[in-house]
């Protein structure tokens, strides 16, 4: 069998099947609601407002306050301003930027849309034979007008 181009060359992508927890917001938590994505939110026991928000990230928000109460002190106050903000905004995109790689997967997010579509066709079957029944009724009458 001849080739064309480079095709066979790159090493194909396994599938494999993915675990039950995908396309919940709770890890380990099997699909609490059917597999439909959606899961009961935990109740919180936690750090308050710093919940989620790192260690490091909440010393470096501190050492930020800390330089801008000692800025407004010894400098002018607008330059004293532009080092807060300026800190301020690094501290934000830092924030931000701290949960970035923990997000679902292409093929997960594709799940979870097969699951709710699954889910939604199971629901709506009866008023599909419905409509088929009455539209196969009416292609009826249709070729009987036309013949007759």
Not at 86 to 108: D, I, K, M, P
Not at 125 to 147: I, L, N, P, T, V
């Amino acid at each position: 069998m001849a080739h064309h181009g480079v095709r066979h060359l790159v090493p194909r992508l396994a599938v494999e099947p993915l675990s039950a927890t995908v396309g919940t917001s709770v890890p380990g938590s099997k699909g609490l609601l059917g597999g439909s994505g959606c899961t009961r939110s935990a109740p919180r026991t936690g750090a308050g407002i710093l919940e989620g928000v790192s260690k490091r990230l909440a010393v470096w928000g501190g050492l930020w306050l800390a330089g801008s109460v000692a800025a407004f002190l010894l400098f002018d106050p607008v330059l004293a301003a532009f080092v807060a903000i300026c800190g301020l905004c690094l501290w934000v995109v830092a924030l931000l930027s701290s949960n970035w790689e923990q997000h679902s997967s292409f093929e997960e997010r594709e799940l979870a849309r097969a699951r709710r579509r699954a889910a939604h066709r199971e629901r709506t079957k009866e008023a599909r034979a419905r409509d088929r029944a009455r539209w196969e009724a009416h292609q009826q009458r249709k070729a009987g007008r036309s013949a007759g």
